[in-house]
């Protein structure tokens, strides 16, 4: 497991931590871009998806019980769990959060390399499931940022998010029942400081997206609406991947309305 990972994750968990350790208990209750979810929501839900994760990297027989009981519930199941701790006292849910996120970065730091563990979606490594964990950190920080009115500078750190919206191409069309293509795409990513462009997939592919690194990945966590952002598609398959994609696991999910629309 790679220690800059490690950290990346933490420097992302820290930094939404830090938005919300000083609210006042209305802050909690703000209204988020997500129907339904307030401030509380989105961290109670990080705090769910922290204790999942650490099920399943220290006893994947009881996530996998876990996941049938979700299965009976893929509707429901998710916001169950944000409504149960968002229930909580806001001290009790932020504690709650940190409590699980330091846990789950032992456990991470702890996995055997080359193993690889149960998840909503496929299987994970220790490695992926970081990352899955601090690509979806960033989000739900976005959803809270732009609740409380706070502008975030993006940071490096969207490699990671940028690098697993790349690598879920094929389950966003997978859990939507369609086919794959098959060929790869070229994915070309300005940094966000502008220091040079992130690149995935062969320089020769006929398919091909640029743009804003910010701005994929606002679009791959669907916290941006295709029509909001500055990406550029190149071939229709690429064109029709930036209309699902979708970089976390789970049921496909209905995207944001773009601006004009809200």
Partial sequence: M???????????????????????????????????????????????TDDAALLALTDPDAFTAHVEQALKATDTFVDEGADAGAADPPPALLA???????????????????ARFPWYGPPMSAA??????????????????????????????????????????DYAYAVRGLTPPAAPFRVELTAPDGSGVWTYGPEDAAQRITGPALDFCLLVTQRAHRDDVALRAEGPDADRWLDIAQAFAGPAGPGRPAKGAR
């Fill in 2 to 48: 790679s220690e800059v990972l490690l950290d990346d994750l933490r420097d992302e968990s820290e930094e939404l931590d830090r938005l919300v350790a000083d609210l006042e208990p209305d802050g909690w209750a703000t209204p988020t871009p997500a129907p339904r979810w307030t401030v509380a929501h989105q961290i109670a839900h990080l705090a769910w």
């Fill in 96 to 114: 709650r959060w940190r409590d699980g996120r330091a846990r789950l970065h032992a456990a991470l730091a702890a996995a055997p390399a080359g």
């Fill in 128 to 169: 992926a499931m970081a990352t899955a964990r601090l690509m979806e950190t960033w989000a739900h920080g976005q959803d809270v940022a732009d609740a409380l009115g706070v502008t975030r500078t993006p940071t490096a750190r969207l490699r990671h998010v940028a690098w697993i919206g790349v690598r879920a191409r």
